[in-house]
């Protein structure tokens, strides 16, 4: 799966610009006109990802390791 992203092209000042914008108290982003969102879908339909099947669950991750906070 890292494969697939490693092929991404970047483009450094939209990146910028979108963390900018991000308000993680509310989890949008806000511009000038009004706030978005991004879904579980959109990120599918940008990076080509399927969204269906079994989830990937790291289970050597624990929540008294911090991963929870």
């Known amino acids: 799966m890292l494969r697939h992203f490693m092929r991404l092209d970047i483009d450094n000042d939209l990146l910028t610009a979108m963390a900018e ?11 000038p006109e009004e706030e978005m969102t991004i ?26 390791d911090g991963w929870g906070r």
């Open 21 to 31: 914008r991000w308000r993680p108290e509310l989890h949008t982003f806000h511009f």
């Open 39 to 64: 879904t579980l879908k959109d990120v599918a339909i940008l990076t080509g990802l399927p969204i269906t099947g079994e989830a990937i669950v790291d289970n050597s991750r624990k929540p008294e």
